[in-house]
């Protein structure tokens, strides 16, 4: 058994057998950007909420345990939920995804962090890279070094840069001071990710006609290799896809 899921697995165990540890320590977990302590049970029941919301794709989470924090009287470990998905599940859902490309972007009037409202209709006539993500997503905090300093690069040019996710905007505050995201951040999106959407992360290369290019799922990250994550794409494949809607 992996050393992190040898921990996780401890970690409840001692939960069941007595909710503490034997220096009389409780057990919690943490995730990533949010300050509220979890206990084991309440972990795997989020776990099966997200099993069940995307059975249908063929993706399957399960809880990779990172940094782990020991108090006087609580350990605490932080957690993550990452998705493993079969090949021919990824594929199927890629084709789907594919689907997508020459079609118009769904339009969409939703609020950013600030609560100024982002309007789809207003991105006409700008090229416009829209990623799909939520806190917790091991692969979607793994991309994200190589998303921002994408868009410094392209800081010279008209691409807009968006990230999506259906989480609130208190969540999403609480997760950027741990972690750097440097795109505009569009919050309480659920409805609108759902439309076509199955796994994350995700992101759609829009041109200035408004139109879906290419679609494309994470890059390649340092995500824990005792952990089976989405398929991953390069850097090339997305500044090819850059460079089709430049």
């Not at 309480?188 to 995700?202: E, L, N, R």
Request: proline share 4%; glycine share 8%; with cysteine.
């Amino acid at each position: 058994m992996k050393p992190k899921r040898l921990a996780l697995f401890l970690g409840l165990l001692a939960l069941l057998l007595g909710g503490k540890q034997a220096q009389g320590q409780v057990v919690r977990y943490q995730n990533a950007g949010n300050p509220k302590l979890w206990t084991a049970t309440e972990v795997d029941t989020s776990r099966q909420v997200m099993n069940r919301r995307f059975r249908a794709a063929g993706l399957a989470f399960e809880v990779v345990v990172g940094q782990t924090l020991t108090r006087s009287d609580t350990v605490i470990h932080e957690y993550t939920l990452v998705g493993s998905r079969t090949p021919a599940a990824w594929q199927a859902r890629q084709q789907g995804l594919d689907g997508f490309i020459g079609q118009l972007l769904p339009a969409f009037t939703l609020p950013d962090l600030q609560g100024k409202l982002v309007d789809s209709h207003r991105l006409l006539g700008k090229p416009v890279v829209l990623n799909m993500w939520f806190t917790t997503c091991g692969p979607c905090i793994a991309e994200m070094p190589t998303l921002n300093r994408i868009q410094r690069e392209k800081a010279s040019t008209q691409i807009v840069f968006l990230a999506l996710t259906f989480e609130r905007a208190q969540r999403v505050r609480a997760f950027l001071q741990k972690h750097s995201f440097t795109y505009r951040q569009v919050v309480g999106a659920q409805q609108y990710c759902a439309q076509f959407v199955t796994g994350y992360p995700v992101t759609f290369f829009v041109g200035r006609d408004g139109r879906i290019k290419k679609v494309l799922g994470g890059l390649a990250g340092d995500v824990d290799s005792a952990t089976p994550t989405l398929p991953s794409i390069d850097e090339k494949a997305f500044y090819a896809a850059l460079k089709q809607i430049e």
